[in-house]
Every structure is written in C-alpha cells, then in structure tokens.
C-alpha cells in the first residue's frame, strides 16, 4: 500500500497550549485518513536556532573565512552534517506533507523554528540554483503554515493597523516553501484563539479536522513559474518580455511579490484559486 507520510513541525513550548490541540487534532485526523505522522517538537527536542560551525563535522573547507551556506552544501554532500540536522532531512525527504505549526511571532516563525529552516534546508538538500521555485527539489511535496495569532483578522487587514496579511506570508510562503519547489497549501489561520470563547476555540479545532479530511485534494497557492523569467545573471532572472507585454492589461499584478505596480491580487497568498479557474 503506498502509505502516504505527513511532517509536523511543531514549535510551542507549551503542551497545553492551542498550538498543541490544534497539532493534536491533525494527528488524529491524518492518521485516521492512514497517513503515517511524525512529529518534530522542536522545544522538547531542544533543537537548537542558531546556524554554527557545530553543524558541520569534520574538517571545514575554509576555516578561516567561515561560510555557513558553502560549508554545509559541501557537508551535506559528504554526509558530514551534525545528527540533529541529518535525522530532520531524513523526515522532510519521506514526508509528502509539511505542517509547521505555531504561533506568530514579530510578524513570522518563533526563532527555533527559523533555526529549523536555516539549518535543515540546506543547499543542495532543499535547493540550488538549477532547482529553484517551480523547478524545486520539493516539488512533489506539499507544505502549509498553520499558525495562531493574538491579532484579530481586521487587524491584519489591508485597511487594518498590523496591514495585510498576505504580505506578512510572503516570505516564509515564497522565500521559503515556494523557493524550495513546495506545493504551498493555503495556511489555516487561528485569529486570537486567547480572546475567543471556548465555544469559539472549539470551533476553531473542528473547522481545521473538517479541512484536513480533504486536505490534499485543495489547490496549491499560485506563484509565477520559472518559465516567466529570463534564468540568467546576465538577464538578471528578470521577467520576460513577453510575459510583461501579457501582463499589461491585467487589472492585478501577478503575485503578492511580483505587483508589477499594480493592486495586489486579493488573497493571493491566503486562498488557492478554485480548481477550473485560471491559474
Ligand atoms: C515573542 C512574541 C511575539 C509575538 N508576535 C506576534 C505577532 O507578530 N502578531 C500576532 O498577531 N501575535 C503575536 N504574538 C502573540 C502570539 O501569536 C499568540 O499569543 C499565540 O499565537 C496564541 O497561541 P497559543 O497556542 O500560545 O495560545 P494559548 O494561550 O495556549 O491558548 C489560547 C486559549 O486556548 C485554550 N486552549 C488550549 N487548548 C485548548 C483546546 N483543546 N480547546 C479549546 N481551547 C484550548 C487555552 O487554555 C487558552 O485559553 C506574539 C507573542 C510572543 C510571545
């Protein structure tokens, strides 16, 4: 039976916080749905945030000018990286879903969970330059965020103090899973679950197990492809000619990013276009 793998990587500290019912809920429904779960408790496992020369075993290439992202491309290669790191990409490669679950910190991740991208997406593992984007070595993959807020949804709205969301999610979404060749799934939201009532927060956990029931049949975010731009440093991987001249009269720009000085397209980094629609 080809048993499908799902990755949650978990960052709270508390076991009996939201973030944690809301982790445990996906445990249980994606395990009903036969999924195969592991769980990177990235607190409880002490992982560690910053990106050291202890990543590395053995002798360095250049010991006198340190280069974190030369130094653990050539690691990886060699099998040379630290345990932790190692264990973490044995996960990510068997997993056909990612979940990072958390809570938003300063407008992004918790810095353990930064720690885990910095140091487990490894060049050459995660990405290289030949394998970027819609060329990524993780495009077989899915990922998604999962995350909870103290702000409330007006708050993070275009017209709203904290501004919108959709920017906020744009570099983790872009720079990170898009970069990498994830299929990014539309992250599931939890508005200020410690200012709702609990029959609000109970509400907040069903709507996520109904969601994940069909999880994998939703529609990824849309991102531009590789095959929009010019793949060169002379060109300076900018857009094509062609594909500006197709853009002029669309009313949005074609990504959160990617505006072209035009209105954002709405929720473009928070609802994936319905299936049948133009990507
Ligand atoms: C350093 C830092 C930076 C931050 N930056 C931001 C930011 O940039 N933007 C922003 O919006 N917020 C920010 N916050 C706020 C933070 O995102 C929220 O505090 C957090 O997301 C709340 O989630 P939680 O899991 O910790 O909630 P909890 O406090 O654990 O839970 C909320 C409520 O749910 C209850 N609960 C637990 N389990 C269940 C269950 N099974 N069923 C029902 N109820 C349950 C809890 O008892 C509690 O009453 C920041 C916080 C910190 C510490």
């Given at each position: 039976m080809d048993r499908k793998t799902a990755l949650?990587?978990?960052?709270?500290?508390n076991p009996a916080s939201f973030n944690a019912?809301?982790?445990?809920?996906a445990v249980?429904?994606?395990?009903?749905?036969?999924?195969k779960v592991v769980v990177s408790d990235l607190y409880a496992?002490?992982?560690?945030?910053?990106?050291?020369?202890d990543d590395i075993i053995g002798d360095l290439k250049n010991p006198d000018k340190f280069q974190y992202g030369e130094e653990t491309m050539l690691a990886w290669k060699d099998g040379r990286l630290s345990e932790d790191i190692r264990q973490e990409q044995d996960k990510v490669k068997q997993a056909d879903l990612i979940i990072f679950q958390f809570p938003m910190y300063w407008f992004s991740v918790p810095a353990i969970l930064k720690g885990w991208i910095d140091r487990v997406l490894t060049q050459g593992f995660a990405f290289s330059l030949q394998?970027?984007?819609?060329?990524?070595?993780?495009?077989?993959?899915?990922?998604?965020l999962s995350f909870t807020t103290g702000s409330t949804q007006s708050m993070c709205s275009p017209d709203g103090i904290n501004g919108d969301i959709n920017v906020v999610l744009w570099p983790l979404q872009n720079g990170t899973l898009n970069f990498c060749g994830f299929q990014v799934l539309a992250p599931q939201i939890f508005w200020g679950p410690g200012h709702c009532p609990p029959?609000?927060?109970?509400?907040?956990?069903?709507?996520?197990?109904?969601r994940l029931k069909g999880l994998l049949e939703e529609n990824p975010l849309t991102f531009p492809p590789c095959e929009f731009f010019d793949l060169s440093f002379m060109a300076g991987f900018k857009l094509k000619q062609e594909v500006r001249e197709e853009q002029a009269c669309q009313p949005f720009g074609i990504s959160t990013g990617h505006h072209l000085g035009k209105p954002l397209p709405p929720d473009n980094q928070t609802k994936a276009p319905p299936t049948g629609s133009k990507k």
């Open positions: 949650i990587v978990f960052a709270h500290q019912a809301v982790r445990d809920a249980q429904e994606l395990e009903a749905q036969g999924f496992m002490k992982f560690r945030a910053s990106a050291t020369k394998n970027m984007y819609s060329n990524g070595i993780f495009r077989g993959k899915k990922a998604m029959d609000v927060r109970a509400k907040l956990l069903e709507g996520w197990r109904a």
